[in-house]
């Protein structure tokens, strides 16, 4: 038909009509794709907008990265269920084709044994990358052997594409590839439990679908005599950090020891770089944590009095650029300094006070840096506080949204204009299931 119109004298005419209708045709489809997915059944809709983000926040690895942001809305993997929030509505649904609640998704997975497209079942990360949302599935979570999942999002197909070590099952995604900590068990006659851990990266190239060599990782030999416990990942530009911590039973008259070492590498020449944080009791300074921004380096710290240590503490942190320290805030101990990939915000390190016979919550703030000074963009009184009756943790969007998460992710909540919002709470669930066995 294109080449008739091109061969007729008014093709000119014709062509412009054809070009007109084309743009409408594609303008018409561009709407769609910024609609919202609608609550009732969110996969069917298949123009979901899901650009890949810029950074890759690094709030979302304090939730072994349960959370996998795109423009429009959050893709959240929580107690093995894949949900949507949709940013502009606020509404949150379990992402699938039909209209199921989380409620009765774990009742059909528990009770009736029946598989499910928005089930995945292990409590791992999740990562959003050119069009596609990945994830992990255990085959030996003992030996440390998982499958590769690549998910659709707009038909929820699922694709195993191939096999990775993990520890955890938590992983951090730098450009095209997967990276993930694992370790092997070697016999050492002198060392004095008789083994040691050597600690691996192990690579997965999302392009090429397929493992790639794993990377040995260097660490001191207490570390190694030490079972790690699960790290924390950030990933900057082309680097990746991640926290590695152990505690280990010493005959000091504290009884025990605690270190936390802050690993960098980077991908682009396959150095390593290693930074204490925290060796206790030794220290009464202790970096609580760190993370980079715009190439400078920030650490969030904890000071203990030396003479009392059963006295007041202060948190707060420190701009290192040049090895110059700057801004330095006080701040209540139970807090850290942390980044969403954009700006700088102050946060409890666990929302969550344990009593005898329940657990209870009081007032909290949440600060953003602002001009250098810290701004109050959260104030939950008591009452609302009251809300929360399990732990819970705190992350924020890259827009600044800001959320409460159990860090199993059988919780999540949103805090909107001082208000604490329940998106999902699956405890209840749980008890009920477990009760009717």
Same mark, same amino acid.
């Given at each position: 038909m294109i080449t008739k119109i091109l061969q007729s004298k008014k093709s000119k005419y014709y062509l412009l009509i054809s070009v007109l209708?084309?743009?409408?045709i594609l303008l018409s489809s561009c709407n769609k794709k910024e609609s919202s997915p609608p609550e009732e059944s969110v996969a069917e809709n298949e123009n979901i907008k899901t650009s890949l983000p810029t950074i890759d926040n690094p709030f979302y690895y304090n939730l072994y990265h349960h959370i996998a /942001?795109?423009?429009? @809305? +959050?893709?959240?993997?929580?107690?093995?269920?894949?949900?949507? %929030?949709?940013? #502009?509505?606020?509404?949150?649904?379990v992402f699938s084709n039909d209209s199921i609640q989380g409620e009765d998704l774990l009742k059909k997975v528990y009770q009736d044994g029946e598989a499910h497209e928005a089930y995945f079942g292990d409590n791992v990360s999740i990562h959003y990358y050119d069009n596609y949302l990945y994830t992990l599935e255990s085959v030996d979570s003992l030996k440390g052997d998982w499958q590769v999942i690549k998910v659709d999002p707009a038909t929820l197909q699922r694709q195993r594409i191939g096999s990775i070590k993990s520890m955890y099952g938590d992983f951090?995604?730098?450009?095209?590839?997967?990276?993930?900590?694992?370790?092997?068990?070697?016999?050492?006659? /002198?060392?004095?439990? @008789? +083994?040691?851990?050597?600690?691996?990266?192990?690579?997965?190239? %999302?392009?090429? #679908?397929?493992?790639?060599?794993?990377?040995?990782?260097p660490v001191s030999e207490d570390f190694r005599e030490n079972q790690i416990t699960a790290p924390r990942y950030d990933v900057s530009d082309n680097m990746i950090h991640f926290n590695l911590n152990y505690s280990a039973e010493t005959d000091t008259d504290i009884g025990f020891v605690e270190k936390t070492i802050y690993v960098s590498y980077d991908a682009s020449n396959g150095e390593f770089s290693f930074k204490t944080l925290l060796e206790y009791p030794k220290d009464n300074e202790k970096i609580r944590n760190l993370f980079e921004l715009d190439?400078?380096?920030?650490?969030?710290?904890?000071?203990?009095?030396?003479?009392?240590?059963?006295g007041d503490m202060e948190a707060w942190y420190v701009k290192k650029d040049k090895e110059e320290v700057s801004n330095k805030y006080s701040l209540p101990a139970n807090y850290y300094i942390e980044t969403n990939?954009?700006?700088?915000?102050?946060?409890?390190?666990?929302?969550?006070?344990?009593?005898?016979?329940?657990?209870s919550q009081v007032a909290f703030k949440i600060y953003k840096v602002v001009d250098n000074e810290l701004k109050v963009i959260a104030d939950i009184s008591d009452e609302?506080?009251?809300?929360?009756?399990?732990?819970?943790?705190?992350?924020?969007?890259?827009?600044?949204?800001?959320?409460?998460?159990?860090?199993?992710?059988?919780?999540?909540?949103q805090i909107i204009d001082n208000q604490i919002v329940v998106k999902f709470d699956y405890l209840d669930v749980y008890e009920n299931l477990f009760a009717e066995e």
């Open positions: 209708l084309i743009l409408m /942001e795109t423009d429009n @809305g +959050y893709f959240i993997m929580c107690s093995g269920i894949l949900h949507y %929030l949709d940013k #502009e509505t606020g509404k949150v649904v951090a995604l730098a450009g095209d590839k997967i990276y993930t900590l694992y370790a092997e068990v070697a016999n050492d006659e /002198e060392s004095v439990k @008789g +083994y040691v851990y050597d600690y691996f990266l192990a690579v997965y190239n %999302l392009e090429a #679908e397929q493992s790639e060599e794993a990377i040995p990782v190439g400078v380096q920030y650490y969030s710290c904890l000071s203990l009095p030396p003479d009392d240590m059963s990939g954009k700006d700088i915000y102050a946060i409890p390190a666990v929302l969550g006070l344990s009593t005898p016979d329940r657990f609302e506080a009251a809300v929360i009756q399990i732990p819970m943790e705190v992350c924020i969007g890259t827009n600044g949204d800001i959320f409460l998460m159990m860090p199993n992710g059988d919780a999540f909540y």
